[in-house]
């Protein structure tokens, strides 16, 4: 157990449907990275917050968006979904920016 | 841009019998260089790092050595059991934007044999 929790662990929705994944960090951790896993694409990073705000963006699409909030827990809002967004999204943290990374269990999206 | 290039999966190995899986990098700088594995139905966890050259990261049996001249990072174990069957992912971290997100390679999947 990493001590990083990611809620649901499972998520099954429609296509042009917006859900919220959500990701809890070790304690003590300022940094959350959110990357999305899939068959075609592999593990990609999507988006970096670091004690609130927003570090770094990788390859997000635009209908994607995230947040940090004051008591370090993370959101990912996904909307606009697609057949091709079903992946596993993974949230990682890290105590500070260049600190090792560590992996919550993911959440599944499926999109039908 | 940074890119890891691991050797295609999957790989099939008798228990106890030797481990190599390949592991090359390109980045600009000095990555700092990660194991992570996965188990079926699980996360990824981290199972060694190194950053700088030359260090060796081991963990559970599992080693790999940071290796700039080659921009390489195999990782090896000398005897290999069933519960090490999973997914293995050679990873990078390097600030080149103040951030230091994880590049993966495209993931080794390894199946032990009784």
């Known amino acids: 157990d990493s001590g990083v929790t990611q809620t649901p662990k499972h998520l099954i929705t429609a296509t042009g449907q917006r859900v919220t994944l959500r990701c809890s960090p070790r304690?003590?951790?300022?940094?959350v990275y959110w990357y999305q896993q899939s068959l075609d694409q592999g593990l990609q990073f999507l988006i970096q917050?670091?004690?609130?705000?927003?570090?770094a963006k990788g390859n997000i699409l635009e209908r994607f968006s995230a947040q940090q909030f004051p008591d370090l827990h993370s959101e990912l809002n996904l909307s606009s979904l697609e057949l091709g967004d079903s992946a596993l999204y993974f949230c990682?943290?890290?105590?500070?920016?260049?600190?090792?990374?560590?992996f919550g269990p993911g959440t599944r999206l499926t999109v039908l | 841009g940074d890119s890891v290039t691991q050797m295609e999966g999957p790989v099939t190995l008798s228990e106890e019998a030797f481990l190599t899986i390949n592991c090359t990098y390109t980045?600009?700088?000095?990555?700092?260089l990660f194991w992570y594995v996965q188990y079926p139905g699980e996360g990824l966890q981290l199972l060694l790092k190194?950053?700088?050259?030359?260090d060796k990261g081991s963990n559970k049996g599992f080693e790999a050595t940071y290796r700039k001249e080659t921009t390489s990072f195999h990782l090896e174990k000398g005897s290999v059991q069933v519960s090490d069957s999973a997914v293995y992912f050679c990873?990078?971290?390097?600030?080149?934007?103040?951030?230091?997100?994880?590049?993966f390679g495209k993931g080794t999947k390894l199946s032990v044999i009784p």
């Open positions: 190194a950053t700088k050259a030359d």
């Open positions: 990682a943290s890290s105590v500070q920016i260049a600190d090792t990374q560590y």
């Open positions: 980045a600009t700088g000095y990555p700092s």
């Open positions: 990873a990078l971290t390097w600030s080149g934007a103040g951030s230091y997100q994880l590049t």
């Open positions: 917050y670091y004690n609130g705000e927003e570090r």
């Open positions: 304690s003590g951790d300022l940094s």
